[in-house]
């Protein structure tokens, strides 16, 4: 059978380049192109696709987006498709519940094969993607778990706390001073707080402390 796939860009030119790529492959069967959320909801709706690539971070074609047709059509998988993904337009790809992530200047064999094995339930990365991935030491796992749950990822007022103090570089020990805990209380704050974001490391945490404003971006401009 055949893999009915639909293209999912802003741009022309994008959409001509993967169309005469997939084309010739005799396992792909291109059945649209929607060039705006409208028009991909309503031809997911329409003709069921097993593959969807879409360019996650084109105006409108965002998180939001990919969860509303999961909910429509579960069966549907999403591929990302875009130039250089930031460390969060990756993880809000993921965790809307993208499969794969591949970059628009992969390789024709790279882009198809994205296709095929995501066609037949596999993750599939790009070299460069998973040099990000494994640069943000981001969990895809987790991450992808999370796509079944539509509610917004929230931290808990003392966990907003831990992540801010962490983000400005207190050691746990002046964390737990500052908060009046105990270091292990901290620690497990931290394995809580990561585990809900989908991320293992301090770099990523920082990211998100900064992108919500729980810290200003100006306290790593000017430290001596």
Do not use: W
Not at 85 to 92: E, F, G, N, R, T
């Amino acid at each position: 059978m055949r893999i009915k796939t639909l293209l999912a860009d802003k741009g022309e030119v994008a959409l001509l380049g993967l169309r005469a790529i997939l084309d010739p492959v005799e396992r792909i069967a291109i059945v649209g192109e929607a060039r705006n959320a409208g028009e991909m909801q309503a031809m997911i709706a329409g003709l069921r696709p097993d593959v969807v690539l879409v360019d996650h971070t084109a105006e409108g074609f965002g998180a939001e987006a990919v969860r509303e047709a999961l909910r429509r059509e579960p069966r549907t998988r999403f591929i990302a498709i875009t130039p250089d993904p930031s460390q969060v337009a990756l993880m809000s790809a993921l965790r809307a519940g993208v499969a794969s992530y591949i970059k628009k200047d992969c390789g024709r064999e790279e882009i198809i094969d994205s296709v095929l094995h995501t066609a037949d339930g596999q993750k599939f990365f790009c070299g460069k993607i998973l040099r990000a991935i494994r640069s943000a030491s981001l969990d895809v796992e987790a991450l992808g778990r999370t796509a079944d749950d539509c509610a917004p990822v929230t931290l808990s007022g003392r966990e907003a706390q831990v992540i801010a103090l962490i983000a400005e570089g207190f050691s746990y020990t002046r964390i737990a001073d500052r908060l009046c805990l105990s270091a292990h209380t901290v620690t497990t704050h931290r394995k809580n707080i990561m585990q809900k974001l989908g991320v293992n490391n301090t770099a990523a945490l920082v990211l998100y402390a900064v992108k919500h404003g729980l810290v200003h971006p100006d306290k790593f401009l000017f430290n001596a």
